[in-house]
């Protein structure tokens, strides 16, 4: 009701006598976060320190309202915004509700000493809610001097819908204020100078002021909305609860069929590789046959070509004999036998050849051994045994072993 009669004002100031608590059932919260500011003012110490707390560019007097200076007997009844000044309801409240109460010395001054400061400022609303102690408020006010736009007091006595607000609204009606809306609990009014704002305050909240409840309430009207809406969130919460256990469990399988078809794979292609193993083993052990085959073969054949009388079985017989070599050996020596004909008979190459041979004595018995007189091997005198050596090859013979002499002596 306030903000839509009000709301066109930029960076407002309000009051809030008995402000309790900052957020809880705050009727200046909203304001707040518009870029309002103001004074709070609150004799309870717990609820004047949240305020503090919360709210620390905003200014929080901690102290009672009347019409006298003085010390007051507030009556605190903890967590709670039932506290009061006036002792008779706080033993109803106590006798009827439960709600022990203690009472606790509070400063108290008169409204137009403690709020002195907003002398000749706008303010646009200011609230009263004291729990029976409005009227004792009101008589401390200057109506001169401190003018909100709009004033609402609290019009029913504590925890009831009884009506109480007659010696409250005589001093408003006097100060020059019209009543203009009562909600069921607080009564409005406004400075007879801001007429304009009436058309605002004469019709209840409805859906054209697109307000929404803030859920920050501690009465049953938005209690049970929070309730409600609390077992819908837990509702909602349980049911997604749910829905991710099923999905983890979906995903648990998905993962362990997915862990299956890869071993099912890897068994596969394990089973593929050792079968193209076994083939490749079986090609080179088939090979490895075929080679040994053939090499049986090739020497089966060679078998057979030895064993055939063919000239390549005769020469692999000479061979096994020696007699191919002893052949090349008679040949050499023959070569050599005409070679030495050949040096002794030139006077020029005999002499080079004896100066050699002086000189390489192993080449001179190696060429005396293969020149010297062959032994018949079918003879047995050893003097018949000589095989006859021609005139140039016994006198090349002749010829070494004078060299070798010759050699020995010096």
């Not at 030495?340 to 080449?363: E, N, Q, S, W, Y």
């Amino acid at each position: 009701m306030l903000w839509r009669a009000l709301k066109h004002v930029p960076a407002g100031v309000y009051v809030d006598i008995g402000a309790q608590h900052p957020v809880v059932d705050s009727v200046s919260k909203a304001f707040y976060e518009q870029g309002w500011r103001g004074i709070h003012v609150e004799p309870v110490p717990h609820y004047a320190q949240l305020l503090r707390q919360d709210r620390p560019d905003e200014e929080v007097l901690q102290l009672a309202l009347a019409d006298r200076a003085g010390i007051l007997e507030l009556h605190v009844i903890p967590e709670t915004g039932l506290s009061t000044g006036v002792k008779a309801y706080a033993k109803i409240i106590e006798e009827q509700h439960g709600f022990a109460h203690q009472t606790v010395p509070t400063p108290m001054l008169p409204m137009s000493i403690a709020l002195a400061s907003l002398a000749g400022q706008q303010v646009h609303w200011l609230k009263i809610d004291v729990e029976g102690f409005e009227e004792d408020v009101l008589r401390g006010w200057d109506s001169k001097v401190l003018r909100p736009w709009i004033i609402l007091i609290e019009a029913t006595v504590p925890m009831s819908t009884e009506l109480r607000y007659e010696g409250a609204d005589k001093i408003l009606v006097d100060a020059g204020y019209e009543f203009v809306y009562f909600d069921g609990l607080n009564r409005f009014y406004i400075a007879v100078e801001h007429a304009e704002l009436a058309p605002a305050l004469r019709i209840p909240p409805n859906v054209f002021d697109g307000a929404r409840l803030s859920g920050l309430s501690s009465s049953a009207w938005c209690g049970g909305l929070i309730s409600s809406h609390r077992v819908e969130r837990q509702a909602d919460a349980a049911q997604m609860d749910a829905a991710l256990a099923d999905a983890r469990a979906e995903m648990t399988q998905a993962e362990s069929n997915a862990r299956a078809r890869l071993e099912e794979e890897k068994s596969r292609t394990s089973q593929a590789v050792l079968r193209a193993v076994e083939a490749e083993a079986r090609a080179v052990a088939a090979e490895a046959f075929a080679n040994h085959a053939n090499d049986r073969a090739i020497h089966a054949e060679a078998r057979a070509l030895l064993a055939a009388n063919t000239p390549l079985r005769r020469l692999a017989t000479a061979i096994a004999d020696g007699r191919i070599t002893s052949g090349i050996k008679r040949r050499i020596k023959t070569v050599l036998r005409i070679a030495a004909i050949a040096v002794g008979r030139h006077p020029t190459l005999k002499r080079a050849a004896v100066f050699v041979l002086d000189r390489a004595p192993p080449l001179r018995r190696r060429l005396r051994t293969m020149l010297a007189p062959q032994q018949d091997p079918s003879s047995k005198d050893s003097m018949n045994s000589l095989l006859p050596m021609s005139p140039d090859a016994n006198l090349v013979y002749r010829q070494l072993l004078q060299s070798q002499h010759r050699s020995e002596r010096a």
